[in-house]
Nanobody, 128 residues
Framework: QLQFVESGGCSVQSGGSLRLSCIGSTFNVAEFAIGWFRQTPGKEHEGFACITNTGSDEYYLDSVKCRFTISRDNAKNTVYLQMNSLKPEDTAIYYC?????????????????????WGQGIQVTVSS
């Protein structure tokens, strides 16, 4: 059983910053690729930042490149998402997700489709 604890969601003004944390409470996150996905009403579930199990590679959607940074500390069993220069269109429920990763895995492909395991989600609201 995989369980996540997500924290760091908040309401901020446009241009502000937030840091989200995804903690594997019942499993070793080092065995999994981790992705951050988000969902807003009327929009598709969107994977925008993903990282390999070792942190050797990262993938970002163009809309968040240079603004968001995903990182991981396997010793702390935690993945982080640093979000800078936030925009109102970033408002969404953010989900930490995980999927087994191997030598033949494609990080970009994993980030395009929903992963196998989800966190409970956390609200991020960016006001004008």
């Amino acid at each position: 059983q995989l369980q996540f604890v997500e924290s760091g969601g908040c309401s901020v003004q446009s241009g502000g910053s937030l840091r989200l944390s995804c903690i594997g409470s019942t499993f070793n996150v080092a065995e999994f690729a981790i992705g951050w996905f988000r969902q807003t009403p009327g929009k598709e579930h969107e994977g925008f930042a993903c990282i390999t199990n070792t942190g050797s590679d990262e993938y970002y959607l163009d809309s968040v490149k240079c603004r968001f940074t995903i990182s991981r500390d396997n010793a702390k069993n935690t993945v982080y998402l640093q979000m800078n220069s936030l925009k109102p269109e970033d408002t969404a429920i953010y989900y930490c997700q995980a999927e087994s990763f191997g030598p033949l895995s494609s990080l970009e492909h994993m980030c395009t489709l929903p992963m196998d395991y989800w966190g409970q989600g956390i609200q991020v609201t960016v006001s004008s």
